[in-house]
């Protein structure tokens, strides 16, 4: 008999395995009159010694982002990292947050995230 095996990865966007977030702080401001919100997450992650580049993925449905930065809670680096640039893939349902930077290794990090909920009219 034949085992079969499913991936539960199979068709899946799977995020990097070098930042895992621990907690999460989820602020939202309703606009009741345009039946919208706007949002302020921070999410507090760790980083692995594998973490390189610049940038940040996560997943993302329907969101404007107005703006990304992080701070460093522990670890090697301080000061305020802002992200340069924001981008959006649709398609994978992910937003990459670039830096002018390198992520900073085996680090606790305090992400903040301003965003609003995209109009679909």
Same mark, same amino acid.
């Given at each position: %008999? @034949?085992?079969? /095996? /499913? ?10 395995? /070098?930042? *895992? ?7 939202? /401001?309703?606009?009741? #009159? ?7 997450? #921070?999410?507090?992650?760790? #980083? ?9 993925? %996560?997943?993302?449905?329907?969101? &404007? ?7 460093? !809670?522990?670890?090697? &680096?301080?000061? !305020? ?5 924001? *981008?959006? *893939?649709? !398609?994978?349902?992910?937003? #990459?947050?670039?830096? @002018?930077?390198?992520?900073? !290794?085996? @680090? ?14």
């Amino acid at each position: %008999m @034949a085992s079969t /095996t /499913t991936d539960k990865s199979a068709g899946r966007v799977l995020l990097p395995p /070098t930042i *895992n977030p621990t907690r999460y702080d989820l602020n939202f /401001t309703p606009d009741l #009159t345009n039946y919208t919100f706007s949002g302020i997450t #921070t999410i507090e992650v760790t #980083t692995t010694n594998d973490v390189s580049g610049k940038e940040i993925v %996560m997943h993302a449905k329907e969101l &404007c982002f107005a703006s990304a930065s992080f701070v460093v !809670k522990s670890g090697s &680096c301080e000061g !305020k990292e802002e992200a340069v640039e924001i *981008n959006v *893939n649709l !398609k994978a349902t992910t937003v #990459t947050f670039v830096f @002018a930077n390198d992520i900073p !290794k085996e @680090a606790t990090l305090v992400l903040t995230i301003n965003y609003q909920v995209r109009r679909f009219d």
